[in-house]
């Protein structure tokens, strides 16, 4: 009787675990750690990846059919700019579509802190708060940023921090922290930020290390001072004993091009010297700032109203023009690393009537267009926008990029921010990262060029840049783990975004599963939201 009773009871049990929610049969398993690939089925029960391996007497309420295509841990987009475009479009189009399952936020402006009355939420824990009510399709995790924490203290007053306001900056980290941050994140290219000296940046980064975070710095010169720039952010590293994450690292300055292996080497030697010291890059050969970045620092005191009164004045046009022609102090002058050629911005947000048919020209064609001296058109337009002008700058070389890629301890990140063509954001330009970063890496450095081998480039964008942050529960694809997985086929996924043309989704990717949740499936957005906030104290 007890015989039967047990054979009773194991057959249900034994069915139940040959039955998933989903069953992805015959996939090529490139599973984000560098190894070569396998052919298996992955079966998802709930949020998580349950079993990998010969599932043919399996079944599931959803069966996709991978022969020919890979199956991949969702990108892990390192650095993204997403913090706000996912309150207006929580779809997350352009990063879902490339296949990214997780945003990493809050590069040197993060959601918070902010001062009550700014927003719906005052920290950056309750940011988070804000996006768990609301839903969102990817997850995300952010940085707290320095800027935010700086301005927070300080304001936009253009002068250096004294000991006591840096106090009040390390609390605002502290805090942060503990509300779930990844660590410190800067952008010490522009004022406000600019300001920080190094022994200042060491005291913050102290704090965000002595909570388990990582430091993760857009350098303070990317062009003629990169290599006192990169010196410094290996001593915060060393000072602070805090890992290292260098921003879109790159060579911006024609002045430097084909140096890249000499920027490596000194990191390299930091890390032969046991400095953890890494680094991140996007696949393309321009960068987007603002027009503005071509004002010098000090025409920024004050804020945006400040730097308008300065615009407008005949005295200080003429001093900002001798310093962008022949700088007195160091700064990393946007103008001079496109070795002066206007014909190498491109203008991708305008919204004053007489400039707007210029969106996606160069700052060449406008001043063409309206005669005179090219300065005074650059602060004539500054003006006419309230200050601000999203702008491409052709600024590095390919061979520079791949360099830094090709280097064990550099993974992808995007620089860009979720949106779509018929949100809110679809009559903008952006640079086409904001789309094709992911699929550009797959396609054109992968199987094109060959530059990269599939398993190293997908541990470039999954598990690389989970380690970096210290997420455990994803990136690989491996049982017991969170089911965030990308299907895609590897003879077509392509970037199809361009510079003239950027809102244009990738070509090859076509399943795409968060926590479980199918996001995108052949191609067409669900519509679910299953994404989740990630708390570097609750992993």
């Known amino acids: 009787m007890g015989l ?67 199956v991949a841990p969702g990108f892990i987009d390192i650095h993204n700019h997403s913090d706000f475009t996912l309150l207006e479009e929580p779809r997350c189009e352009s990063m879902i579509r490339q296949g990214v399952t997780t945003m990493v936020l809050g590069e040197g402006g993060s959601a918070g802190p902010v001062k009550a009355g700014e927003r719906e939420w005052t920290t950056l824990g309750g940011y988070f708060d804000h996006v768990e009510q609301r839903g969102v399709a990817a997850n995300i995790c952010s940085y707290v940023g320095l800027t935010q924490v700086w301005r927070y203290v300080k304001g936009d007053a253009l002068e250096p921090a004294d000991d006591a306001q840096v106090g009040a900056m390390g609390e605002l980290v502290a805090e942060a922290m503990r509300e779930g941050a990844m660590g410190l994140s800067n952008s010490l290219l522009m004022p406000p930020s600019s300001l920080v000296t190094t022994e200042q940046l060491v005291t913050l980064a102290k704090v965000a290390g002595e909570h388990g975070g990582l430091y993760s710095t857009h350098i303070r010169d990317e062009g003629r001072g990169v290599f006192d720039a990169v010196a410094e952010a290996v001593r915060v590293g060393s000072e602070a004993r805090i890992r290292v994450d260098i921003i879109h690292l790159k060579i911006a300055d024609q002045a430097l091009w084909g140096r890249m292996a000499e920027v490596v080497e000194m990191i390299d030697s930091a890390r032969r010297a046991g400095l953890d010291i890494r680094a991140n890059v996007y696949p393309y050969t321009a960068g987007q700032n603002n027009l503005r970045a071509i004002i010098p620092p000090w025409a920024h005191d004050g804020g945006n109203d400040s730097l308008l009164e300065r615009l407008r004045s005949p005295a200080a046009r003429a001093r900002i023009k001798r310093d962008i022609l022949d700088p007195d102090q160091d700064w990393y002058n946007h103008y001079l690393a496109v070795g002066s050629d206007w014909s190498r911005m491109l203008l991708v947000q305008l919204s004053g009537a007489a400039n707007t048919s210029f969106v996606g020209r160069s700052m060449k064609d406008l001043i063409e267009a309206r005669g005179g001296d090219p300065f005074d058109v650059l602060f004539d337009v500054l003006v006419e926008e309230g200050g601000s002008v999203r702008t491409v700058y052709f600024h590095h070389r390919e ?119 199918e996001v995108l499936t052949d191609g067409a957005h669900t519509g679910r939201l299953p994404g989740r906030v990630i708390r570097r104290n609750r992993l």
């Open 4 to 70: 039967v009773i047990a054979a009773a009871v194991a057959g249900p049990v034994c069915l139940a675990q040959n039955v998933f929610d989903v069953l992805i049969r015959d996939g090529l398993v490139i599973d984000g750690s560098g190894s070569q690939g396998f052919v298996a089925d992955v079966g998802l029960r709930g949020d998580r990846i349950s079993r990998i391996g010969d599932l043919s007497d399996s079944t599931a309420d959803r069966v996709i059919d991978a022969r020919g295509l890979v």
């Open 399 to 517: 061979d520079d990029m791949l360099h830094a890629l090709r280097k064990p301890y550099v993974s992808v990140g995007s620089d860009g921010a979720a949106i779509s063509p018929g949100g809110p954001s679809g009559s903008t330009h952006p640079h086409p990262r904001w789309y094709g970063t992911f699929p550009r890496v797959l396609g054109r450095y992968v199987r094109e060029q060959g530059a990269l081998a599939l398993p190293d480039a997908v541990r470039k964008m999954t598990s690389m840049n989970a380690e970096k942050l210290g997420i455990l529960n994803r990136g690989l694809v491996r049982e017991g783990l969170l089911a965030d997985l990308v299907v895609f086929n590897p003879d077509t996924i392509a970037d199809r975004a361009t510079f003239s043309d950027p809102h244009q989704f990738p070509a090859g990717i076509l399943h795409v599963f968060v926590n479980g949740g």
